[in-house]
């Protein structure tokens, strides 16, 4: 399915219905409200929280990319099987083997495949075997897990 076929989809399940739309003019009947004057701190204070025992949170920054081709670098996540890849404008993922069923998530930037042309959101499911060669005009970063 193209982009536009998925935004058209997408746009009909935000679509309101009658009950949504007779409901939206209510919220214009009520005055506004002021927040408590303490709001903003007691949001701080749970920022400044320390982390909380089994929460792991690492920047994008942080570990080591490594490069995979030419403009497309690799970064492990957790275990083997999870990882992003980063890709500048222009580059190509060389054809490529799965030896498991692999999903992609794209969080930035545009790939080009021989079945779409996909953006940020898309997700994109790829069985056990060889793939051919994809590509980015704009450049990306992608999530990707292996089952």
């Known amino acids: 399915m193209s982009r536009r076929a998925h935004e058209a989809k997408d746009a009909r399940l935000f679509e309101a219905d009658p009950a949504e739309q007779a409901l939206a003019s ?74 498991s069923f692999e999903h992609t998530l794209i969080l930035t930037g545009d790939i080009a495949a021989g079945y779409g042309d996909f953006g940020p959101g898309d997700y994109l499911g790829n069985p056990q075997g060889w793939h051919e060669a994809w590509s980015t005009k704009a450049g990306c970063l992608v999530l990707v897990q292996y089952d």
């Open 26 to 99: 209510l919220s214009l009947a009520a005055p506004p409200i002021s927040p408590p004057a303490d709001l903003w701190a007691k949001i701080a204070g749970q920022l400044a929280a320390p982390i909380p025992a089994g929460i792991e949170i690492g920047p994008l920054a942080a570990g080591k990319w490594r490069k995979l081709a030419p403009g497309v670098q690799i970064k492990p996540l957790w275990g083997k099987r999870t990882f992003l890849i980063r890709c500048e404008p222009g580059a190509t993922v060389p054809r490529h083997r799965h030896r």
